[in-house]
């Protein structure tokens, strides 16, 4: 009786907290009882195209698309939480649920298909190569010169900070395992990054969970800049709304470019149905033409205006940042920038 | 293994089945080796990997720090996929890492690189453990820095290796089989050269093999010259026998004959008389007997290793008849020759021969003042010489059968013969390649011998 009661009251905290996490959800309904259940980071905005292609050639399978932070859908996974599907932007987390044991292989023609640097093991799956951005808005720009550099962004920023002060947003690197990437992964290519933060960190900068929060303020002119912003999110924005209130830069020094991921926990059932997901995916990351879909291909990851520094490596090397002593110091380090008075 | 067959397949098998073994053996080695490099390789970069990181540990405010060089595990990711786990501890404390990763057997002295094997997360791992000591608090600790692998990149490396080395393998064995067989042809290729040597030469050809030969085949051609000797040895000894005994049988029978006749003639009893003739007819018997067995000996002698020269068959003939002229005389037999220049190639001593025996043949079966008519002619590749005579032709049996040794036909009682004349005209003639057909003449009266000779 007292194991039911703690049963329950911990199916209770569970669904709580699940609740409490859970960014968006939505269920797409199949003709069959096969439901695909995936975690994703993608916003639907973005990633619902996907999903209703994969019911036109599947119609059988309905689709339970869960939302959460990249933290979330790591942790979900170790402990156990049953999903299909595991679609993050993190490759971090993605690639440490893989090396530690969370991830089952999958192998098939599409899968065989992706470059080597795409793929680990059959267990994890890059998809898409998304750069990160700056995001600036059109209208607190009048009068300003746009900088293509980090050091004409920090002269910038230092020259006029009344421009600035309380303007410009970043990702919280303490919430956003996407922010925390992207950060670790500058700190490492380039010595910019210190400074910036820096001379952010005495702007009052603004903190996001999300980039697509931080792209709604820079639209609204709440943010005259958002600093390492997921490059498809903004691209999507600007496409949707052609207000030209938003700008998308690329810096030339040096640019982040993320592989989105794509895993079958462990827990996963419904694995014919979550391989079909990954070869489509595969197959739309392997395209050559860049338009029609929300989210860019593999290959074009460098077309534009940006050399191209080549994607994030996928590889063990990606699990140093998330050593807990690593990641205390570097959060330490990133506190004192950002967060000095 | 197989027996008494061939020495060369013999050889080669057994040089084959050398390279098999050779190659089976290689190809383990080999596999043994790239498994040990591959292994090789992963301890050293996880021991470069443990010591990058053991580089950064230091002791702060009385505590220790490290800092993961990213690095350390990107070395890790650039030789193969490999699953990554690793552990520092400090004394008994785990200060970062993976738990639950297998405590090492053997814990690293300072300074130096442990390696284990053990198990985690399901697979099996490779551990390499280095070990610094480091000032916490007041006391310096040991930290133990642990990285560990899977074996998936080794494994690979090492069954493409391995893969590799049984092509190689099975080429290696390819090429080593037909270099056996090759070998094995070209070691016994002097025993053929002088097996062919040997069987080249004529029956009369006992020379002594004076040949090259590698020294295992010394002994060999050694015994079969002496052999070839013993042979030629014994064969002038029969040749000698046999004209001795020519001798011996014939001189001392002209002897009785001459007396006889001596005797017949002085005496009148006509009684004793044909005793004497008896005795001649007896001595004639005896005398031409040995005269055929000593043909027959030369004959089948010489036809074994003929002498071939151009002969006119109508000299030859002749020259036959001439000398039967004085028994035929005696029988008032008249001998009719009717000739044609015909060439062939023969041995001009075993066809006088055989037309001696043929017309002898002849003369003696023929009754009294008859005709043995002689006639050579030929076709377009054969010579033929047809000998008919008037006697009682050769009976009802079987006429090939005549050539027989020692056969006489039904029509020959009371006729002195030994039963050789037509074996030998048949080993004559079919050591020239020709043959002899025997028939009865049309009418029953007489027989019709035909010798074919082919034509040069």
């Known amino acids: 009786m007292y194991h039911a009661c703690l049963a329950f009251a911990l199916m209770f905290w569970a669904t709580v907290v699940a609740a409490q996490t859970i960014e968006d959800h939505r269920y797409y309904r199949g003709s069959t009882d096969v439901t695909l259940r995936i975690v994703s980071t993608a916003d639907l905005e973005v990633f619902e195209p996907y999903l209703l292609t994969f019911q036109q050639d599947r119609p059988d399978v309905s689709i339970d698309y869960t939302v959460v932070s990249s933290a979330e859908l790591h942790r979900a996974i170790k402990e156990g939480a049953s999903f299909d599907l595991a679609l993050s932007s993190a490759m971090d987390l993605q690639f440490q649920l893989a090396n530690d044991g969370y991830a089952q292989s999958y192998r098939s023609d599409a899968t065989e298909a992706l470059p080597d640097w795409a793929r680990w093991r059959d267990l994890i799956f890059a998809f898409t190569a998304e750069p990160a951005v700056v995001v600036l808005s059109s209208d607190r720009f009048d009068g300003l010169s746009t900088p293509s550099t980090r050091q004409e962004l920090i002269t910038l920023l230092r020259e006029n900070p009344d421009t600035f002060r309380g303007a410009v947003g970043t990702y919280d690197v303490r919430e956003s395992g996407l922010g925390y990437l992207f950060a670790t992964q500058e700190a490492r290519s380039t010595d910019a990054y210190w400074r910036l933060s820096e001379v952010m960190g005495r702007l009052d900068p603004q903190l996001y969970c999300c980039s697509g929060q931080m792209i709604d303020d820079v639209a609204e002119g709440r943010l005259a800049l958002a600093y390492n912003v997921l490059g498809s999110y903004a691209a999507e924005r600007v496409a949707r709304d052609s207000g030209g209130r938003v700008q998308i830069l690329r810096m030339q020094d040096f640019a982040n470019v993320m592989l989105r991921t794509a895993i079958i926990p462990k827990t996963a059932s419904q694995t014919d149905a979550a391989g079909a997901m990954i070869d489509m995916l595969a197959t739309l990351g392997l395209r050559d033409e860049p338009e029609t879909w929300p989210l860019p291909p593999l290959s074009l990851s460098g077309t534009g205006e940006a050399p191209d520094f080549g994607p994030i490596r996928l590889g063990p090397a990606l699990m140093v940042y998330l050593d807990t002593l690593n990641r205390r110091a570097f959060l330490t380090e990133w506190e004192d920038a950002m967060e000095q008075r | ?456």
């Open chain 2, 1 to 456: 293994m197989i027996g008494t067959g061939s020495i060369g397949r013999r050889l080669t098998f057994l040089l084959a089945g050398v390279a098999a073994l050779l190659s089976v053996l290689s190809w383990w080695m080999v596999s043994g080796l790239a498994r040990e490099a591959a292994e090789r390789t992963q301890d050293n970069v996880l021991a470069a990997s443990a010591t990058a990181i053991a580089e950064t540990l230091r002791s702060e405010q009385g505590e220790v720090r490290l800092e993961l060089p990213y690095s350390a595990f990107s070395m890790l990711g650039a030789i193969s996929e490999d699953r990554v786990f690793y552990r520092v501890m400090a004394g008994q404390d785990l200060l970062t890492g993976y738990a639950g990763l297998p405590a090492l057997s053997d814990p690293p002295s300072p300074g130096q690189v442990a390696f284990d094997t053990g198990e985690f997360s399901g697979e099996p791992i490779r551990m390499a453990s280095v070990s610094r000591l480091v000032l916490a608090g007041t006391q310096p600790v040991p930290v133990t820095v642990t990285v560990a692998q899977t074996r998936n990149g080794v494994g690979a490396i090492s069954a493409d290796l391995s893969q590799l080395a049984a092509l190689l393998a099975v080429a290696f064995f390819i090429i080593a089989a037909v270099l056996s067989a090759f070998a094995a042809r070209t070691s016994l290729r002097p025993l053929n050269e002088i097996a062919a040597a040997v069987s080249r030469r004529g029956p009369s050809d006992l020379r002594p093999l004076k040949r090259d030969a590698p020294a295992e085949l010394a002994p060999l051609m050694s015994s079969l010259n002496r052999l070839m000797d013993r042979l030629g040895q014994s064969i002038r000894r029969s040749e000698d026998f046999i004209a001795e005994a020519a001798h011996r049988v014939r001189t001392p029978l002209a002897t009785v004959r001459t007396q006889a006749e001596i005797a017949l003639r002085s005496i009148d009893n006509e009684t004793e008389k044909q005793r004497l003739r008896a005795i001649i007819r007896a001595v004639d018997e005896s005398s031409r007997s040995a005269g055929q067995l000593l043909d027959h000996a030369a004959v089948t002698y010489r036809a074994d290793d003929l002498d071939r020269v151009p002969i006119d068959l109508s000299d030859l003939l002749s020259h036959t008849a001439a000398a039967l002229e004085p028994t035929a005389a005696m029988k008032d037999i008249t001998l009719q020759l009717e000739t044609s220049h015909v060439r062939v190639e023969g041995d001009p001593v075993l066809l006088d021969n055989a037309f001696r025996n043929v017309l002898d043949n002849a003369i003696k079966y023929s009754p009294e003042d008859t005709n043995v008519h002689m006639r050579i002619t030929s076709t377009a590749d054969e010579a033929l010489i047809i000998v008919t005579d008037e006697g009682p032709g050769l009976g009802d049996g079987p006429v090939q059968e005549l050539t027989e040794r020692f056969r006489r036909g039904s029509t020959a009682k009371g006729i002195v013969g030994s039963g050789l004349g037509l074996t030998i005209v048949e080993d004559v003639l079919s050591a020239h390649g020709g043959r002899v057909e025997l028939a009865s003449r049309q009418g029953g009266r007489g027989a019709c011998i035909t010798l074919v000779l082919p034509l040069p």
